[in-house]
C-alpha cells in the first residue's frame, strides 16, 4: 500500500492510514483527486439557481442567479433578482468572457486586465467565473496531508502553478473528501500570503448528488465581511444546448 496505484485503488480504506510524508510522494493522486471532484459538481452539465448575499459592516444585498454549465469550457450566469439588477449577464467560452447590461443593451468583452476585477461586486472576481478548468490546465498537485470529516477522509492538496502559467495565485489549498466534495478552497499570493477563501457548509443531497448547498467566499484582510452562496435549485442534465452558450444567447436569454 506504499505506492500511488495501489493508494489510489483503496482510497476509502485509508481513513487514518494515510501520513503527510507518504501522500507528498504520490503528485499523480492528488491530481485525479481534483479532476474527480470537478467532474462531481460540474457533470456533464448542471443547471442551477443561486442566492448571493453580499455582506459588507454597512450594508448588504442579496441577488437571485439562475446559471448553466456545459463541460469544462462554457458557462452561463444571468441575474433574475432583484428588478434593478434583472438582466445582467455573463457568457464564458474557453478562456473569453463577456457580459451583457440590459439597461445599454450592451454587450462588454471582459479585457484580461480586468479578470481579477469583482463580479458584481462581490468577493468573486471574474478570473473566479473564467477559471473553472485551471485549475487542471494550470497547476501541479501534491498530496499535502489528510484530514477526517464526518466520518470520512479529507485531502489535502496543495496546488502550485506551471512556469509561465496565466495565473494569478502562488498557491492554492484544496480540502476534497473521499466522496469527491470539495469542502475548502484557500487562494495564496505570489509570495504564498492568505488572500481569500471558498468553504462549504451543509451537504445535503441536490439534484442527485451530495453537495455543499451553502458557499462562502471570505477575504484574509476584512474580518465580517463575505459573499455567500445558497442553492436553491441544482441539476446535472445529460446535456445543453450550445445555442445557450452564445452572444445571442446572453442578450436574448429570457430570465
Same mark, same amino acid.
Given at each position: ?8 485503488? /483503496? ?7 494515510? @501520513? ?22 460540474? !457533470? ?42 434583472? !438582466? ?15 439597461? /445599454?443593451?450592451?454587450? +462588454?468583452? +471582459?479585457?484580461? @486586465? ?13 478570473? &473566479? ?37 496565466? /495565473? ?22 505570489? &509570495? ?7 468553504? !462549504? ?6 439534484? !442527485?448528488?451530495?453537495?455543499?448547498? /451553502? ?23 445529460? &446535456?445543453?444546448?450550445? @445555442? ?12
Amino acid at each position: 500500500m506504499t505506492t500511488c496505484r495501489r493508494r489510489s485503488a /483503496v482510497i476509502p480504506l485509508l481513513f487514518w492510514l494515510l @501520513s503527510i510524508p507518504a501522500a507528498g510522494n504520490c503528485g499523480a493522486d492528488a491530481a485525479e483527486i481534483v479532476r474527480a471532484s470537478i467532474d462531481y459538481y460540474r !457533470g456533464q452539465a448542471s443547471a442551477s439557481t443561486v442566492e448571493m448575499t453580499i455582506h459588507r459592516r454597512a450594508w448588504e444585498r442579496t441577488l437571485t442567479i439562475r446559471g448553466w454549465t456545459k463541460g469544462m469550457k462554457e458557462s452561463l450566469f444571468a441575474i433574475t433578482a432583484p428588478p434593478k439588477d434583472e !438582466g445582467n449577464a455573463t457568457l464564458k467560452r474557453g478562456n473569453e468572457m463577456w457580459t451583457f447590461n440590459p439597461k /445599454v443593451h450592451r454587450t +462588454i468583452k +471582459i479585457p484580461p @486586465s480586468m479578470m481579477s476585477q469583482s463580479w458584481m461586486g462581490s468577493d468573486f472576481s471574474n478570473n &473566479d467565473l473564467a477559471k473553472s478548468d485551471s485549475i487542471l490546465e494550470d497547476y501541479t498537485h501534491r498530496l499535502a496531508g489528510a484530514e477526517s470529516h464526518q466520518g470520512k477522509t479529507v485531502f489535502v492538496i496543495e496546488s502550485l502553478p506551471r512556469p509561465a502559467a496565466p /495565473v494569478v495565485w502562488g498557491k492554492q489549498l484544496l480540502r476534497i473528501r473521499e466522496d469527491h466534495i470539495l469542502l475548502a478552497e484557500e487562494f495564496y499570493d505570489e &509570495d504564498l500570503r492568505l488572500v481569500k477563501s471558498l468553504t !462549504g457548509s451543509r451537504i445535503e443531497m441536490m439534484g !442527485g448528488r451530495l453537495f455543499p448547498t /451553502v458557499w462562502r467566499m471570505e477575504k484574509a484582510d476584512a474580518a465580517g465581511e463575505y459573499t455567500q452562496l445558497r442553492y436553491l435549485e441544482l441539476s446535472f442534465p445529460e &446535456d445543453l444546448p450550445d @445555442s445557450l452558450f452564445t452572444l445571442s444567447s446572453l442578450k436574448t436569454l429570457r430570465r
